[in-house]
């Protein structure tokens, strides 16, 4: 499984692998069903400890996006189209949360943030 860890990152390796797996989860890149490595098998190839790997893929299936087969190994949850959707917009708005909270914080108004958030969105899409 190719993912890109990096130990320069301020976020912790256990949260890389879990987000790049659902991600790939998410994307349709995993599918229902798939074996995903040992945990012993990921963490040699990803050059991480057991426990790193341990705890990615407990987060992975504590929000239901892997499943654990004791004995067998964890798969690939089935998700459908709806609940992908929901997972998607919790991280989002986890991960917007603190933004937003620190741009009210610093007294910036809640049209002043759409407005920013409109332009980095028209951004991205004329980059497509």
């Not at 929000?63 to 709806?82: H, N, P, W, Y």
């Not at 741009?103 to 004329?126: C, F, H, N, S, Y």
Request: hydrophobic share 40%; net charge positive; aromatic share 2%.
């Amino acid at each position: 499984m190719i993912l890109h860890l990096s130990d320069l990152s301020q976020e912790p390796l256990h949260s890389q692998i879990s987000r790049q797996i659902r991600a790939k989860v998410l994307s349709g890149n995993l599918v229902e069903g798939t074996l995903l490595p040992s945990i012993r098998a990921l963490a040699r190839e990803q050059r991480v400890s057991v426990i790193t790997v341990q705890r990615a893929y407990e987060d992975l299936d504590r929000e239901g996006v892997i499943d654990s087969r004791r004995g067998k190994g964890f798969f690939v949850a089935s998700l459908t189209d709806d609940r992908k959707l929901g997972i998607s917009l919790g991280r989002l708005r986890e991960s917007l949360r603190p933004v937003m909270q620190d741009a009210l914080a610093a007294g910036m108004t809640r049209d002043r943030i759409l407005r920013v958030i409109r332009e980095m969105l028209e951004t991205k899409e004329a980059r497509r």
